[in-house]
């Protein structure tokens, strides 16, 4: 995969950005390992702008993972500075599977209660009724049952 072509103005961006971020990955003395492209791959899922420590001296062997990097995971080099790396990919948009036997929330409703003298303020009374549950014209919550049929009335 080909790493993504910023802009200066938007490496700048991102750049500033960056500023304040911590190293969430770090490169030991093994160097590019798989495992490390696959953390800085979940990093940058998870997060999209991250910085990368090298414990190595070698810059020259630096800028050779910032380019390996960058290629592999389709990221764009945004900053090499020390032992600092920065790469930027755009974060992909989540999204929600749809349950379709998923049964309604529970919900907040208000009861008045009226007293049973004539000139007092009704109570106002919240319940919580599930979904499984109605609410009756006295402001009781009942649980909603299920009707069974009968097997000799079908039958017939």
Do not use: C, Y
Not at 10 to 22: F, M, P, Y
Not at 80 to 105: A, C, F, Q, S
Not at 115 to 135: A, D, F, H, T, Y
Request: glycine share 8%.
């Amino acid at each position: 995969m080909p790493q993504i072509i910023l802009t200066p103005a938007q490496r700048k961006v991102h750049r500033a950005e960056a500023h304040h971020l911590d190293p969430v990955v770090h490169i030991g003395g093994d160097g590019l390992t798989p495992a490390v492209k696959k953390e800085a791959d979940a990093a940058l899922n998870a997060h999209g702008l991250i910085k990368i420590r090298v414990l190595s001296d070698d810059r020259v062997a630096r800028d050779s993972m910032l380019e390996t990097l960058a290629d592999e995971l389709n990221a764009a080099p945004i900053q090499h500075i020390g032992k600092l790396l920065v790469l930027w990919r755009p974060i992909p948009e989540k999204t929600k599977p749809v349950d379709e036997n998923r049964m309604p929330g529970p919900k907040e409703v208000k009861v008045l209660k009226f007293s049973k003298r004539g000139g007092q303020k009704p109570e106002v009374k919240v319940v919580k009724v599930l979904g499984n549950q109605r609410l009756t014209p006295g402001g009781q919550v009942k649980r909603a049952k299920v009707r069974k049929k009968s097997i000799k009335k079908g039958a017939a």
